[in-house]
């Protein structure tokens, strides 16, 4: 499914996206398209790209194509996805030690439609960080890896 939704291949590009994407949230989901658990994230976000295109905007990052943000933003585990508000990078609480990015697959569609709802409701007031409205038992857990120190 990963062909149905537009991908970033370049720093640039997503640079571009960030800086150019406004009044929507934009969703970067890194990862690599022939991973089991991103074709499933893919799946979910193709489908529920029509229904959220007034509030969001998704685009797909090949983990290997821009190191530079899978350095920037800790990405250890993929397919882990990132929320950008008018350049600004969105924080959600999902009760886990990390609030920057979601890491796996959402469970269902209505997961992601909501949890782009309470980022989109969030950010329209001026908030950076929002509580996650996904059940915490759809929530991968995963330990956090400090490389390096």
């Known amino acids: ?13 997503v640079d571009q996206a960030i800086k150019t994407v406004a009044e929507k949230v934009l969703v970067l989901r890194f990862g690599r398209d022939q991973d089991a ?6 799946d979910i976000l193709a489908k529920t ?7 969001a905007v998704i ?11 899978t350095q920037y ?17 969105m924080k959600v609480d999902y009760g ?3 609030h920057t990015k979601f890491v796996g697959s959402f469970k269902t569609k209505q997961d992601f439609i909501d949890l782009i709802e309470v980022i989109y409701r969030g ?8 509580r ?4 915490p038992k759809n929530i991968p857990k995963y330990d956090l890896l400090y490389q390096g120190i």
Do not use: W
Request: net charge negative.
């Open 1 to 13: 499914m990963s062909f149905l939704l537009p991908q970033l291949s370049t720093k640039k590009e």
């Open 37 to 42: 658990v991103c074709m499933q994230l893919d």
């Open 49 to 55: 790209s029509h229904d959220l295109s007034k509030m």
């Open 59 to 69: 685009y797909l990052v090949d983990v290997d194509k821009v190191p530079v943000y």
């Open 73 to 89: 933003f800790d990405i250890s585990y993929i397919p882990s996805t990132i929320f950008f508000f008018n350049g600004q990078h």
């Open 96 to 98: 886990s030690p990390d």
């Open 123 to 130: 950010a329209m007031r001026g908030k950076l960080i929002v």
């Open 132 to 135: 996650s409205p996904i059940d």
